[in-house]
Nanobody, 117 residues
Framework: QVQLVESGGGLVQAGGSLGLSCVAS????????MGWYRQVPGKERDLVAT???????NYADSVNGRFTISRDNAKNTVYLQMNTPKPEDTAVYYC???????????WGQGTQVTVSS
C-alpha cells in the first residue's frame, strides 16, 4: 500500500521562502512521476509542479521561476522549494505520485500553506 507523508507547510510572509517535502513508500519499483498540486476552497485541484525519475520538471506558469521541484530517488522523496511566494499561492498542497508499475496515482493528505501579505 502506497503511503505519502508530507511535511513543511505553514505560514510564510510574501517574499519569503518555504519548503515542502513528501516521502513516499510502498511501491517496489518506485515512482515514475512525483509532484505537487494545490487546491483552494471551491476550486479544482491544480498542478504546481511534477518531476520525472530522471529529473525533468514541469511547472505551472504561475510558479515557474519562483518554485523549484526536486527529488531524491534513493529516498523516494520529492521536495518543493517555494521562493518569493505570493498571497495567491495560499492553498492546501497535495503530494502526488504515479507508480512505475500499472501507472497508479496516489495523493497525500494535504498540507496547508498560507502566504501573508
Amino acid at each position: 500500500q502506497v503511503q505519502l507523508v508530507e511535511s513543511g507547510g505553514g505560514l510564510v510572509q510574501a517574499g519569503g521562502s518555504l519548503g515542502l517535502s513528501c516521502v513516499a513508500s510502498g511501491s517496489t519499483f518506485g515512482f515514475v512521476i512525483m509532484g505537487w498540486y494545490r487546491q483552494v476552497p471551491g476550486k479544482e485541484r491544480d498542478l504546481v509542479a511534477t518531476i520525472t525519475t530522471i529529473g525533468t520538471p514541469n511547472y505551472a506558469d504561475s510558479v515557474n521561476g519562483r518554485f523549484t521541484i526536486s527529488r531524491d530517488n534513493a529516498k523516494n522523496t520529492v521536495y518543493l522549494q517555494m521562493n518569493t511566494p505570493k498571497p495567491e499561492d495560499t492553498a492546501v498542497y497535495y503530494c502526488y505520485v504515479r507508480t512505475r508499475i500499472f501507472d497508479r496515482e496516489y495523493w497525500g493528505q494535504g498540507t496547508q500553506v498560507t502566504v501573508s501579505s
